[in-house]
């Protein structure tokens, strides 16, 4: 099976790298698809998004991700986010509240961006 390698990284630390077979993401374009091979592209992230990546071992990573750049080449992907939390960190019940809160509209964004992520990764 082919694989690529895949980096998820926020500004403050890198969340997650490994081998990978599929990457899915949000951009400003619309989501993209991500297999091994793929012609190189650069993309814009949108504020708010979710990143799946689909591990060689079967498992899948996901990730609440807020701005930033995909950047494909046609052996790796890198997705280099403004803020990003993996869906196990996540706290589910503090992004629910987060949702009902007076917030403004990007805060209510990455609320629900968490809350997608982590309600993905648990189904």
């Known amino acids: ?38 012609e190189p592209v650069l993309g814009q992230l949108t504020e708010g998004g979710v990143v799946r990546i689909k591990t060689t071992d079967g498992h899948t990573v996901t990730a609440a991700v807020h701005g930033g750049f995909l950047s494909v080449t046609g052996t790796e992907v890198s997705i280099l986010a403004e803020d990003a939390a993996l869906s196990g960190e996540i706290d589910v019940e503090a992004a629910k509240q987060a949702l009902s809160a007076d917030l403004d509209e990007v805060e209510r964004v990455r609320a629900a961006a968490r809350l997608r992520a982590a309600v993905g990764h648990s189904a």
């Open 1 to 38: 099976m082919a694989e690529m390698t895949v980096q998820l990284v926020a500004v403050e630390r890198r969340l997650w790298s490994g081998r990978a077979t599929l990457v899915v993401a949000q951009t400003t374009e619309g989501e993209i698809g991500i297999l091994p091979g793929h």
